[in-house]
């Protein structure tokens, strides 16, 4: 009869927008999108009205822990796993069964507090937030509502800013707090047999659920906060942050009010999985709302989804009039306490104790010290470290590079920025798919620094480099003959034959215009596959032409 | 019968938090006795009890081995609350639970009125608490898998699968409107 039970709130119940992540745009680069914060009203507004209206954004972050097993029960974690094949009985909520806390979940959430400037509670609690779900099927979520395991944080994010677009505008977002939580199971909708397919292989994994204050005024800040988040938790290794894979979500809310004023009713936007969607989502809100209230009408307080084909937010019919959480404590988990190596009780078993201060001291190098370091070190511009970081293995890859030539750090920036970045972007491959290695490049600059190749050659073996991976760049300066003239009687030739036929232009120099030269270096050039010594064909010039 | 055990429990959590000043601050040794009085005289509708009973209480040191608990006088609780239709209503949509009838009904009366006997309890200068567990160590456990595998195991507990995928409704069940439910309820009565 109890069997029953579990069969009866498993199979009864309810609908959800589905929780499955088929978008797979990949995260480069988000910040050099071109949406701009201040949004202009496409509607024209009236003098009178004194201060323009903005936008304010909020954000709430699911984002997964990354651990071997759920946080309250020792079935495997993993993505794409067979259905139901990674679910116990205290997943599946069959009675009897009891929360077992993973001490890994509260080593990440308390890492992850500490990377987020917060303040870590030395005692959290444990609440039941209770809604129906069929792919929840014990009817509520362990969460920490009233005393969460990490509060009072920052995050500090950059984007690109100013009238070209080069500029890095430095940011902060108060992080109100940091919750343990669990994850819902998956709900497969088929429509066409009128059924839900319930997979609970996720139900009861790991959550940090991020609380943001509505500190942003639009898109592109939220996506790059989140951006930010999203380094941050790769470099602690507390989540993946896959969002396509659901490793990352994001709901927003948003309203818009003139400053000064109080806020504005606000709406909640779901359903958004990927960073750029994120910013249109979030843009195409504030926009509509701005619109509402400048036609002088009232925004709803409702939930709204994204839809990525119109690129429009559309309202949820998901709650049935008031929700109401009934949140009460969670009666089978006493509270969590922390400590710090000094007040550690004596007599405590050490497998049960997690310390925040060895916690703090063993926190990798965070994405904003790495951009700074890497600009005091290698004297790169502050949105080169961006990018650098940015990209997942590019740190690593100039490094190498600058490791292994003599060239300076700052040209060796351009080789990765342009051809390097530009080529994988184009084929849309990631660092570690290049197939020019570090050494490769390390070994094509060398050659340009010692003058052995012009800088257009370079970019040709650079090219061949990429189409043929293995060889080096001195093999293929030797097969299409590329390295560079600098036999000066040769030189002296074919820039006699760029003088002879082109009297109009050695007239102009002779006259003064000394700007046509390089005119004339360009067909020397043009005659040698630009590989002659720039420096040398200058001064054959000058002297030919004086 | 399991069910309306479980329902009855269920009502339990919503009485005390939506109905009156929530008590948490009873005594701790007060406790057990509120807890037996709950198994032990109710036993003819809850099946644990008689699990219970049947069971060696050795095994838990922390069950008492007898029960203990002294009757509250009818005249000491507070008046009886009157559940109004708007709030059945509401607490059925709310708790998913379907009281189906004026005998439903009834047990949801007299378990708000079994909670009414918190209010006797003096909790004068004593800390709330959110469990009897507050002052234990909460475990922690080792990231290693354990658990899992047991796909076949649980779909049999189900009524309805599909390959390996828990079957459920496309969507929320309505519950029946109050016209239908008041002439369920009229039914009921005998």
Redesign the interface.
Known sequence: ????????I??????RAPNIYHSNISFRRIWTSCQRCQIQPQMKTKRHVSPEMVGVVGLEIHAQIH???KLF????VKFSA???????????S?PGTLP???????EAAVMTGLALNCTINKKS?FDRK?Y?Y?DMPA?YQITQQRLPIAVDGTLTYSHLGGKKRNQVVTKTVRIKQIQLEQDSGK?????YR???????NRAGVGLMEVVMEPDMSCGEEAASAVRELQLILQALGTCLGNMSEGQLRVDANVSVHRPGEPLGVRTEVKNINSARYLARAIDYEIQRQMEIVQAGGTVLNETRAYDQKSGNTVPMRDK?GLQ?Y?F??E???????LYDSENVPEG?DP??V?LIDRLRAELPELPGIKRARLVETYGILPEHSFILVNEDGLVDYFESVVKETKAEPRKVIGWVMQELLGALNQQNLRVSQSPVSPSALAELVNLLEAGRISSSAAKLIFQELWKSPGKSAEQIVVELDLGLVNDREKLLRICQTVVDTHPEQVRAIRSGNKRVLNKLIGEVQKRTKGRADPALVRSILEEQTS | MALCCRSTARILHIARLRLGPLQHRHRVEALPSVVESILGTTSTWCRWTSDRNSSDCSLNPKIPREPTWEPVAENELPPPTHVPADLVDKLERLALVDFRNQEGLDCLDKAIRFADQLHVVNTEGVEPMDSVLEDRALYLRNDTVGDGQCTEELLQLAKSTVEEYFVAPPGNIPLPKREERTAMLKNSEF
């Not at chain 1, 067979?82 to 599946?92: E, M, Q, R, T």
């Not at chain 1, 009128?194 to 609970?200: A, K, M």
């Not at chain 1, 009666?331 to 306490?337: C, E, K, M, S, T």
């Open positions: 009869m109890l069997l029953h039970i579990s069969k009866y498993i199979t009864r119940h309810l609908k651990s071997t097993t029960s020792s079935s495997q067979p259905p139901n094949s990674l679910v116990s009985f205290f997943d599946a069959l077992v806390l993973n001490r890994r979940c509260v609690l209770h129906f069929a009817g709900s497969l909708h088929d429509d009128s059924q839900t397919l319930i997979d609970l049935e109401d009934r009460m404590p009666p089978n988990l006493p509270p969590l306490l405590l497998t049960q997690v």
